[in-house]
């Protein structure tokens, strides 16, 4: 698709991941590059070095302004969860293609407003769950297809980090409902939700419960663009509106049973996202910080030769993987989202559908919304179908 021009909204962590995948795929796929005409930030001076720095061909400050515009294609939204309603929705009812990145929204209802957008404009929609791309997880996706595991009894995922365990990490606005929505839940649980719902299936209902441990923090210095950034000594302190901890139990309308653990207060853990699966064939495990492998050990191999293998995921014939370099040569975080821009880019080409769309978006949120009403009300709680 020669000429096809893309707008990012958000200059941070996400704004530059998402550049740099949009820059990096057609270099290793077979598609067109995207254009990269606009970077939209909110302050100019920050947004201008920012779009220089990643590629992009200009910067705005005002994304109403370049959603309106007829040179832009898709609209690709990576700022925090409380403007991704509004932003999208514009996008669709500029006809544009969307991504936007998890959790879809802040809340069912905005969710749900999103899909039906969505729906109406009839355009590609994803949302930005990237480990599904690692080739690993889709590896791991085929396998489960195929019947390797037979009948799948557990489902059993953690996403631990240890960010703000000091008291004196400043109230950034991952620490505040109105920006976030939650907490942990929203931003690692959201995760290991969509890739429950991915390998295994739709979640029948859950039994949440949370946890603030540290309720009180030091306002970060200087309010502007919101980040995690640093605090002046003595600074006035302000109220941590989300949950520091968040876990769930789940059963699946398939009989599988679930559990989901996110925390921030996992001392060593950085971005210690693992899941593993039971099945009446065997196990197979996934870590994040090892994603290039699967640990799998199967029951049909002979009594004594039985035990964990890695599968090493780098082959050509593993999905995504042939496409980078020799087997054994690794490949990182940031792939995962080449290959997101890859699969919305030949949805876009071939008039498909991308996954996870907006409508999965939702049903990720529905999950999360009830595992929160769980918490709140100690009941175990239906997902809504
Ligand atoms: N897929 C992943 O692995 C992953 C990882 C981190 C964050 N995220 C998600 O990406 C999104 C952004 O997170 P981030 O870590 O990049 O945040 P960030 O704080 O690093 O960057 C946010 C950007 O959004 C801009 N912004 C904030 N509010 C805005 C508004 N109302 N209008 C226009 N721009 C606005 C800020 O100026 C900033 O440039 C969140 O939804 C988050 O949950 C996903």
């Given at each position: 698709?020669?000429?096809f ?6 200059t ?9 995948a949009?820059?990096?795929?057609a270099s290793?796929f077979p598609?067109d590059p995207p254009?990269?005409a606009v970077?939209c ?6 947004t201008a070095?920012q779009?220089a ?6 910067a705005?400050?005002?994304w109403?302004?370049?959603?309106a515009?007829?040179d832009?294609?898709l609209v ?6 409380d403007s991704?309603?509004e932003i999208a929705?514009?996008a669709?009812?500029a006809?544009?293609h969307?991504?936007c ?5 802040n ?9 039906a957008a969505?729906?109406k404009?009839g355009?590609?929609t994803?949302?930005?769950y990237n480990y599904r791309?690692a080739p ?5 996706k085929?396998m489960?297809e195929r019947g390797?595991?037979?009948?799948i009894y557990?489902f059993r995922?953690r ?5 703000i365990?000091?008291p ?9 409902k109105?920006?976030?929505g ?6 690692l ?5 969509d890739?429950a719902?991915?390998l ?5 209902e859950v039994?949440?419960?949370?946890k603030?441990?540290?309720r009180k923090?030091?306002?970060p210095?200087g309010e502007g663009?919101?980040g995690?950034?640093g605090s ?5 302190m302000g109220?941590?509106?989300?949950e520091?901890a968040?876990?769930?139990l789940a059963?699946?309308e398939?009989?599988a049973l ?6 921030r207060?996992?001392?060593g ?7 593993e699966?039971n099945?009446e064939?065997?196990t197979?495990?996934?870590?994040l ?5 699967l ?6 191999d002979a009594p ?5 293998r890695?599968i090493l995921?780098t082959e ?5 993987a ?12 940031e792939h995962?989202?080449t290959?997101?821009?890859l699969d919305?880019?030949?949805a ?6 991308a996954?996870?769309?907006f409508?999965?978006g939702?049903?990720t949120?529905q999950?999360?919304?009830a ?6 009300t100690?009941?175990?709680i239906s997902?809504?179908?």
């Amino acid at each position: 698709m020669p000429g096809f021009r893309v707008a990012l909204l958000g200059t941070q962590f996400m704004g530059r991941v998402h550049s740099h995948a949009f820059r990096t795929v057609a270099s290793f796929f077979p598609v067109d590059p995207p254009e990269m005409a606009v970077l939209c930030g909110q302050d100019a001076q920050r947004t201008a070095a920012q779009a220089a720095k990643f590629g992009w061909e200009e910067a705005s400050t005002d994304w109403r302004e370049v959603i309106a515009r007829k040179d832009i294609d898709l609209v690709d939204v990576c700022t925090p969860g409380d403007s991704h309603a509004e932003i999208a929705i514009a996008a669709l009812k500029a006809g544009k293609h969307v991504i936007c990145e998890k959790p879809l929204a802040n809340t069912v209802a905005q969710a749900k407003q999103m899909a039906a957008a969505a729906k109406k404009a009839g355009t590609v929609t994803l949302t930005a769950y990237n480990y599904r791309r690692a080739p690993a997880v889709a590896h791991a996706k085929r396998m489960i297809e195929r019947g390797d595991l037979g009948r799948i009894y557990h489902f059993r995922a953690r996403y631990l980090q240890d960010w703000i365990l000091d008291p004196n990490f400043p109230l950034v606005w991952r620490l505040r409902k109105e920006v976030a929505g939650s907490g942990p839940h929203g931003d690692l649980n959201a995760h290991i939700t969509d890739m429950a719902r991915y390998l295994v299936g739709e979640i029948a209902e859950v039994c949440g419960m949370t946890k603030t441990f540290i309720r009180k923090r030091p306002l970060p210095a200087g309010e502007g663009e919101l980040g995690r950034r640093g605090s002046k000594k003595g600074a006035a302190m302000g109220e941590v509106t989300v949950e520091d901890a968040s876990l769930f139990l789940a059963r699946f309308e398939n009989g599988a049973l679930g559990s989901f653990e996110a925390t921030r207060f996992a001392a060593g853990r950085k971005n210690h996202h693992t899941w593993e699966i039971n099945g009446e064939k065997g196990t197979l495990c996934w870590d994040l910080e090892r994603l290039n492998e699967l640990q799998w050990y199967s029951t049909e191999d002979a009594p004594t030769e039985r035990g964990f293998r890695t599968i090493l995921c780098t082959e050509a014939g593993h999905p995504y993987a042939g496409a980078w370099w020799p087997a054994g040569h690794m490949l990182g975080y940031e792939h995962t989202f080449t290959h997101e821009i890859l699969d919305v880019v030949t949805a876009i080409a071939k008039g498909t559908k991308a996954q996870p769309d907006f409508e999965d978006g939702l049903r990720t949120q529905q999950v999360l919304e009830a595992a929160m009403r769980s918490a709140e009300t100690k009941k175990w709680i239906s997902v809504p179908r």
